[in-house]
């Protein structure tokens, strides 16, 4: 039997949370890799404004609780702020782009900062470059189903940017503000979104979300080595 993998995930809010607790931690379960996920806000503080000493602070605390477990982020590229190289990253256009450079550069910070924790093997950054209802249009037909909408309305969407994660992020143009314009605001972030993230499925987001991908295929990866 493969080793147990165990792995905190710092999440920005409570939509974030439930999705990797509802939707993501029963695939990765599958696999013998068990992640819990820990909201990095204060409490009472909602989403965004993302600081880096404060993100920074958890990854230290955790990482040195145990030296077993792995670390990873869900943390959203629009609410950060003081971010090494943020200004560097918004200069870029696509999103593989902005992520490299962001994740690089705390990926840097946290291995000069505790390289005795092995930390350049136990964290694995994730910066979603937009939000997570980015992921909600993985599938037309079903997110196009719950917002009561024609389906063409959403396959336009995708068709003008390309892909899901590079629906651009303006405040008029974000997806979440896609999805409140195309339901008339009936759309609920946490409750609405995560029914339809249950029925789009990983497998669909994975195929639809290159970067998602490379999220998960890094944390897969981890079920193939040995804790040091």
Same mark, same amino acid.
């Not at 702020?81 to 870029?92: G, S």
């Not at 917002?147 to 974000?174: W, Y």
């Given at each position: 039997?493969?080793?147990?993998?165990?792995?905190?995930?710092?999440?920005?809010?409570?939509?974030?949370?439930?999705? =990797?607790?509802?939707?993501?931690?029963?695939?990765?379960?599958?696999?013998? &890799?068990?992640?819990?996920?820990?909201?990095?806000? %204060?409490?009472?503080?909602?989403?965004?404004?993302?600081?880096?000493?404060?993100? $920074?602070?958890?990854?230290?605390?955790?990482?040195k609780q145990r030296k077993d477990t792995y670390i990873t982020l869900m943390i959203d590229f629009y609410g950060?702020?003081?971010?090494?190289?943020?200004?560097?990253?918004?200069?870029?256009? /696509?999103? /593989?782009?902005?992520?490299?450079?962001?994740?690089?550069? =705390?990926?840097?910070?946290?291995?000069?900062?505790?390289?005795?924790?092995?930390?350049?093997?136990?964290?694995?950054?994730?910066?979603?470059?937009?939000?997570?209802?980015?992921?909600?249009?993985?599938?037309?037909?079903?997110?196009?189903?719950?917002?009561?909408?024609?389906?063409?309305?959403?396959?336009?969407?995708? $068709?003008?940017?390309?892909?899901?994660?590079?629906?651009?992020?303006?405040?008029?143009?974000?997806?979440?503000?896609?999805?409140? /314009?195309? /339901?008339?605001?009936?759309? %609920?972030? &946490?409750?609405?979104?995560?029914?339809?993230?249950?029925? &789009?499925?990983?497998?669909?987001?994975?195929?639809?979300?290159?970067?998602?991908?490379?999220?998960?295929?890094?944390?897969?990866?981890?079920?193939?080595?040995?804790?040091?």
């Amino acid at each position: 039997m493969s080793e147990i993998i165990q792995i905190t995930a710092i999440v920005e809010g409570a939509t974030e949370r439930n999705f =990797i607790t509802e939707v993501l931690q029963p695939y990765l379960n599958k696999k013998n &890799i068990f992640i819990t996920p820990i909201m990095a806000s %204060k409490a009472g503080q909602k989403g965004g404004d993302i600081k880096f000493t404060r993100i $920074k602070q958890d990854i230290q605390n955790h990482l040195k609780q145990r030296k077993d477990t792995y670390i990873t982020l869900m943390i959203d590229f629009y609410g950060l702020t003081d971010w090494k190289n943020l200004d560097e990253a918004k200069q870029k256009n /696509s999103p /593989s782009e902005k992520a490299n450079i962001i994740n690089k550069a =705390i990926q840097d910070e946290i291995e000069e900062l505790l390289p005795e924790y092995n930390s350049k093997k136990r964290f694995i950054p994730y910066v979603n470059i937009h939000e997570f209802e980015a992921l909600l249009f993985s599938d037309p037909e079903i997110l196009s189903k719950h917002l009561q909408v024609d389906k063409k309305q959403i396959e336009q969407i995708i $068709k003008e940017c390309g892909e899901p994660e590079k629906i651009n992020d303006s405040r008029e143009t974000a997806p979440s503000k896609r999805l409140d /314009s195309l /339901s008339n605001n009936r759309f %609920k972030k &946490i409750a609405t979104g995560l029914e339809i993230a249950k029925e &789009i499925g990983i497998l669909k987001m994975r195929t639809a979300c290159p970067l998602f991908d490379i999220w998960l295929n890094n944390i897969e990866k981890l079920a193939q080595r040995e804790y040091i």
